[in-house]
T-cell receptor, first 109, second 115 residues
């Protein structure tokens, strides 16, 4: 079973920041938080991952709370092309990726 | 760099028939995953290989599904016999050996319709 909880859906205005929350209260010390997104009819696309420090790349920022029980994915300037299902995943030491239901993000003009 | 290649992209079969899917991972990637994604749900892990050994196949319905990864490169997933509930997208993914900065890359998937 997935070790994460996400809201089923969210809306965001185009050009604004999209903040997607994720709860992972049972995460272990050596498990990473990964974020993927899936645009309709495509395979999941990697976005970002982290262990305990905040991370930033060209796509997004990942904020992990100090107790590591939750995290937030931030898309700084959402565009219509960011409309997708976003998955927050706790990745086990074996490399196993278990997907939950994800959050459907709808970016509106 | 070439991505994960899967074929075919689409397949329609009748129930009780057999079907096979093929995956060619990114060159040098030791880990290969097969996922099943039913419409409206998140991908479900069926099997994970490390080189040509199985790491996890706990969710693979072994009475009808089989998978192999000969020589630790390409992989095939087979369903025999197919049921209506096997209609789904079958995704293949690969990643380097597990480590701090490894990410898994997914193919486009094979959409299976069982009628």
């Amino acid at each position: 079973d997935a070790k994460t909880t996400q809201p089923p859906s969210m809306d965001c205005a185009e050009g604004r920041a999209a903040n997607l929350p994720c709860n992972h209260s049972t995460i272990s010390g050596n498990e990473y938080v990964y974020w993927y997104r899936q645009i309709h009819s495509q395979g999941p696309q990697y976005i970002i991952h982290g262990l305990k420090n905040n991370e930033t790349n060209e796509m997004a920022s990942l904020i992990i709370t100090e107790d590591r029980k939750s995290s937030t994915l931030i898309l700084p300037h959402a565009t219509l092309r960011d409309t997708a299902v976003y998955y927050c995943i706790v990745r086990a030491y074996t490399g196993k990726l278990i997907f939950g239901q994800g959050t459907t993000l709808q970016v509106k003009p | 760099e070439a991505g994960v290649a899967q074929s075919p992209r689409y397949k329609i079969i009748e129930k009780r028939q057999s079907v096979a899917f093929w995956c060619n991972p990114i060159s040098g990637h030791a880990t290969l995953y097969w996922y099943q994604q039913i419409l409206g749900q998140g991908p479900k892990l069926l099997i994970q290989f490390q080189n040509n050994g199985v790491v996890d196949d706990s969710q693979l319905p072994k009475d009808r599904f089989s998978a192999e990864r000969l020589k630790g490169v390409d992989s095939t997933l087979k369903i025999q016999p197919a049921k209506l509930e096997d209609s789904a997208v079958y995704l293949c993914a690969s990643s380097p050996l597990w480590g701090k900065n490894t990410e898994a890359f997914f193919g486009q998937g094979t959409r299976l319709t069982v009628v």
